[in-house]
């Protein structure tokens, strides 16, 4: 099965949008957790605006 076409045992094309919506939100978060636990900075809109997230806590917006 090519896992590239294929996700939960399901085509993809066979998917719902609520079903690719949760599969991207896992994978969001997923990818939020690897990037803070190698001390990755992350990007993510706080008060309606892009910031660097650093892993200190520390924030930074992205745009000046």
Do not use: C, F
Not at 6 to 33: C, M, P
Not at 35 to 45: F, P, Q, S
């Amino acid at each position: 099965m090519d896992t590239l076409s294929h996700v939960a045992g399901k085509n993809i094309e066979d998917l719902t949008s609520e079903e690719l919506e949760a599969i991207a939100q896992e994978a969001g978060r997923e990818a939020i957790d690897n990037a803070k636990k190698r001390g990755a900075r992350v990007t993510e809109l706080r008060e309606g605006q892009l910031v660097w997230v650093y892993p200190d806590g520390r924030t930074e917006a992205v745009i000046n």
